[in-house]
C-alpha cells in the first residue's frame, strides 16, 4: 500500500541553519504531495504542497519540490528561526483523495 | 471566521465504554475526516464524510463509526474501548473531497482508557 518514510527526528539546529527534512513515498499512482506543520498546542496546518512531478510547493521560506524519479520531497529552509520549532509531517494523497497518508513527523528544535 | 471545532479537549473513559466525539467544519465545507494520532507517530485515517456520505474507510475495527449531519458536523463513536484507543483523534474538514484538497485540522480531542 501507499506509504510515506520521513527522517527520524528530533532534529536540532542553531539559528539561520540551514535545513533539509528527507521524505520519500511509495504509491502506486500519481499522488499529490504535502508537508503540514504542528506546533506546539496548536493543530496541523498545511504549510505546502506540490500536486505534480517537478512542481515545487513554498510558504514561508520553506519549499519541496516534487521528485517522481526518487519518489521524494525533501522539506528545505535556508535560514530556520526559533519560531520554526514545530513537528513536520510529510503526507500524499491519491486516487479518490478520500484519505491524506501522513509520514511518523519529524520534531525540529531550533536554539537561539 | 471560526476555524475547525472539536468537543471535548480531554476525556477519559475505562475499558469497555462508549465515547463520542464531535466535530464542527469551517463554515462552507461539506467534507469532513477524522484521524487517529498516537503519540510519537503521524495521523492515520479513520474515515472521510462528504455531503453525509461515507466517502471512505480507514483500517480501523467496526468498533469505530461515525456520520456527518445535515449541518456538515460529524460525530464518531467508538464501542467497546481498548487501552491502545488513548491517542489524540482529529478532525479534518475541507471543501470537497479529492487528491488536492487542502485540510484544516481541529486542535483534537485527547482521549485517554484507563
Known amino acids: 500500500g501507499d506509504s510515506v518514510t520521513q527522517m527520524e527526528g528530533p532534529v536540532t539546529l542553531s539559528e539561520e541553519a540551514f535545513l533539509t527534512i528527507n521524505c520519500t513515498y511509495t504509491?502506486?499512482?500519481?499522488?499529490?504531495l504535502f508537508w503540514y506543520v504542528q506546533y506546539p498546542g496548536e493543530g496541523l496546518q498545511l504549510l505546502l504542497k506540490?500536486?505534480?512531478?517537478?512542481d515545487k510547493g513554498s510558504n514561508k521560506g520553506f519549499e519541496a519540490t516534487y521528485r517522481k524519479e526518487t519518489t521524494s520531497f525533501h522539506l528545505e529552509k535556508g535560514s530556520v528561526q526559533v519560531s520554526d520549532s514545530a513537528v513536520y509531517f510529510c503526507a500524499l494523497s491519491e486516487g479518490g483523495g478520500f484519505k491524506t497518508i501522513f509520514g511518523a513527523g519529524t520534531r525540529l528544535f531550533v536554539k537561539a | 471566521d471560526a476555524g475547525v471545532t472539536q468537543s471535548p479537549t480531554h476525556l477519559i473513559k475505562t475499558r469497555g465504554q462508549q465515547v463520542t466525539l464531535r466535530c464542527s467544519p469551517i463554515?462552507?465545507?461539506?467534507?469532513v475526516s477524522w484521524y487517529q494520532q498516537v503519540l510519537g507517530q503521524g495521523p492515520q485515517f479513520i474515515f472521510q464524510y462528504y455531503e453525509k456520505e461515507e466517502r471512505g474507510r480507514g483500517n480501523f475495527p467496526d468498533r469505530f463509526s461515525a456520520r456527518q449531519f445535515p449541518n456538515y458536523s460529524s460525530e464518531l463513536n467508538v464501542n467497546a474501548l481498548l487501552l491502545g484507543d488513548s491517542a489524540l483523534y482529529l478532525c479534518?474538514?475541507?471543501?470537497?473531497?479529492?487528491?488536492?484538497?487542502?485540510?484544516?485540522f481541529g486542535s483534537g480531542t485527547q482521549l485517554s482508557v484507563l
Open positions: 463554515s462552507g465545507h461539506k467534507s
Open positions: 479534518a474538514s475541507s471543501l470537497a473531497t479529492g487528491p488536492n484538497e487542502k485540510l484544516f
Open positions: 506540490a500536486t505534480k512531478a517537478d
Open positions: 504509491a502506486t499512482g500519481y499522488p499529490s
